[in-house]
C-alpha cells in the first residue's frame, strides 16, 4: 500500500503540491483563529462576601453574620459550592459557581441575594464585595521593611500610604494587605 501511494504522489505532483498547500493554509487560519492567553484562568467563577464586624469573637462572627449569609447564599442559582469563614472582626463567604458562570452575572445575582439577608444581619454591620479578580490574578508581591522600625509602624505605612498609591496603578483591582499589626485605639470609659 505504501508503494502505491508513493507511486502515486509520484505521477500527480501538482495534486500533492496543491493539497500541501492547502493543509498548511488550514493550519494558518486555525492559528489565527484559536484564542490564547499567556496565563489562561483555569479556576472556577467565585465572589467573595467580606463582612468586618469589629471587636467580635469568632463565634460571635459565625453565629450573627457568617451563617446568615451562607444560609441567603446556598439558594443563589448556579452556585456550586458556598464556604464561609469567620475570624476575629471578619467574615468571609465564597460562593463558588458553575462552569462558564459570567463574573458579572454572578456578582449580581450575589448583590441581590446580600440586599435580602441584610435586615437580619446585626446593626452597622454591612457586607461588601470583593473585588472582580480571579485566582491568576496574584500578581506581584512585596514586602515593607525599615530601620528602627516596628511591625505596627510598618503597617500604617502600607494601610494609609503604600496601598492607596498602587491602588491608582492602571489594572490594579486591589491591595491586599497581609501580616503586621493593625493599629488599633481603645476608648474605656470611666463612669
Known amino acids: 500500500m505504501l508503494d502505491r501511494l508513493i507511486e502515486w504522489s509520484a505521477r500527480n505532483v501538482f495534486l500533492v503540491l496543491l493539497a500541501t498547500l492547502a493543509v498548511i493554509g488550514g493550519g494558518v487560519y486555525a492559528v489565527k483563529q484559536t484564542p490564547l492567553d499567556a496565563l489562561p484562568d483555569l479556576s472556577d467563577t467565585q465572589v467573595i462576601v467580606f463582612t468586618p464586624y469589629q471587636g467580635q469573637a469568632p463565634r460571635v462572627v459565625e453565629d450573627q453574620v457568617t451563617y446568615p449569609l451562607t444560609t441567603a447564599m446556598l439558594a443563589v442559582p448556579?452556585?456550586?459550592?458556598?464556604?464561609?469563614?469567620?475570624?476575629?472582626?471578619?467574615?468571609?463567604?465564597?460562593?463558588?459557581?458553575?462552569?462558564?458562570?459570567?463574573?458579572?452575572?454572578?456578582?449580581?445575582?450575589?448583590?441581590?441575594?446580600?440586599?435580602?439577608?441584610?435586615?437580619?444581619?446585626?446593626?452597622?454591620?454591612?457586607?461588601?464585595?470583593?473585588?472582580?479578580?480571579?485566582?491568576?490574578?496574584?500578581?506581584?508581591?512585596?514586602?515593607?521593611?525599615?530601620?528602627?522600625?516596628?511591625?505596627?509602624?510598618?503597617?500604617?505605612?502600607?494601610?494609609?500610604y503604600v496601598r492607596y498609591q498602587l491602588t491608582k496603578a492602571g489594572g490594579v483591582a486591589e491591595v491586599a494587605s497581609v501580616g503586621g499589626f493593625v493599629k488599633e485605639y481603645q476608648v474605656i470609659v470611666d463612669p
Open 78 to 160: 448556579k452556585a456550586k459550592v458556598v464556604r464561609g469563614f469567620s475570624m476575629f472582626g471578619a467574615s468571609y463567604v465564597y460562593v463558588i459557581f458553575e462552569d462558564g458562570t459570567d463574573i458579572y452575572w454572578a456578582r449580581s445575582r450575589v448583590l441581590e441575594y446580600l440586599s435580602s439577608v441584610q435586615g437580619s444581619l446585626p446593626e452597622g454591620v454591612s457586607p461588601q464585595l470583593g473585588p472582580d479578580a480571579t485566582g491568576v490574578g496574584w500578581v506581584f508581591q512585596y514586602a515593607l521593611t525599615g530601620k528602627d522600625q516596628s511591625l505596627a509602624d510598618l503597617r500604617s505605612v502600607q494601610d494609609w
